[in-house]
């Protein structure tokens, strides 16, 4: 799943508050397997490059994997 969102991210330029509370819950779940942790790592990197926005206001982070 976290795959499906982080190529949403991507193709719209935007994390939305939905996506980024579905990644949260399956990170605090911890149901991630290494093809989401991939994906993580790539959406982590186009936020910090500006490529993506966060849609939410708040500010929280999203949780550190390193």
């Known amino acids: 799943m976290i795959p499906t969102l982080v190529k949403s991210a991507l193709q719209t330029g935007y994390l939305s508050v939905e996506s980024e509370g579905l990644i949260r819950q399956m990170l605090t779940l911890r149901s991630c397997a290494k093809h989401d942790l991939d ?24 949780p550190l994997l390193r």
């Open 39 to 62: 994906a993580l790592e790539v959406l982590y990197e186009a936020l910090q490059k500006g490529h993506i926005q966060r849609e939410a206001k708040d500010s929280m982070q999203l």
